[in-house]
């Protein structure tokens, strides 16, 4: 790639000086300097301004692109943080116990977060179809609100209710769970005492409290740590 500035000024210079033009009769270089010449300076300029327009919009484009980035990375930190929070609800027995309401999804507080999480997932999948467009951003951003205030709402609620949804037998009968919990996590119980106490919880929250399946997994997990028995290959 040779300069047009290049061109225009030393090419009829190269001309004259090794003959091939005649200075005194030719007018090349006179319309080379007067015209030519001021010509390529004006492309020049317009080319440099617009050289520096277009490294400063591609600058830009990628200050654009690592901030859509991180807020993205920022919402799905926020969403994993609230999911987490709402699967303790899913895991952990003694809170399924203390809290029972948080396990019943006819209740329809409890529902509104089950549907604010599908709206999550739904806000998800359109982003990973479309795109992660700003409008994306913003569907899932509203989503992971809904979900937000949904189960803070649902927690608020079910710490206020505790057990009193409940009747008088099916309080009792968690009572017992409660206290078959605590001797499979004390650590200090038995063999026995132990294997009593697991199937004494499980048959305490039979038709109250329908345990899913990572709570169940969790809990035979805490038996046999419990029992001394260690998992395959352990």
Not at 34 to 44: S, Y
Not at 95 to 120: E, G, N, S
Not at 166 to 186: F, H, T, V, Y
Not at 187 to 195: I, L, M, N, Q, R
Request: with cysteine; aromatic share 8%; charged share 25%.
């Amino acid at each position: 790639f040779v300069p047009a500035l290049l061109l225009c000024y030393f090419l009829p210079s190269l001309l004259t000086t090794f003959g091939v033009v005649d200075p005194e009769t030719s007018r090349l270089y006179f319309i080379a300097s007067r015209f030519l010449l001021p010509a390529a300076l004006v492309l020049l300029t317009v080319g440099v301004r617009s050289s520096r327009r277009r490294a400063r919009a591609a600058q830009s484009r990628r200050s654009d692109a690592a901030a859509q980035a991180e807020s993205w990375r920022r919402l799905y930190m926020r969403r994993d943080e609230l999911l987490v929070q709402w699967s303790r609800y899913e895991t952990d027995v003694a809170l399924m116990i203390d809290y029972p309401v948080m396990t019943d999804y006819t209740d329809p507080v409890v529902r509104d977060v089950i549907v604010a999480m599908q709206d999550i997932r739904a806000a998800e999948a359109e982003a990973l179809g479309l795109g992660r467009g700003p409008a994306e951003a913003s569907k899932l951003f509203r989503a992971v609100n809904r979900f937000e205030v949904a189960f803070l709402t649902a927690e608020k609620y079910a710490r206020r209710c505790g057990q009193s949804k409940l009747n008088a037998a099916e309080r009792s009968k968690l009572a017992g769970a409660r206290q078959a919990l605590n001797i499979i996590l004390d650590g200090a119980a038995t063999p026995s005492e132990v294997d009593a106490a697991y199937r004494s919880l499980r048959g305490s929250l039979r038709g109250i409290i329908d345990l899913p399946d990572r709570a169940v997994a969790d809990l035979e997990a805490h038996t046999r740590q419990s029992l001394g028995i260690h998992p395959h290959g352990s």
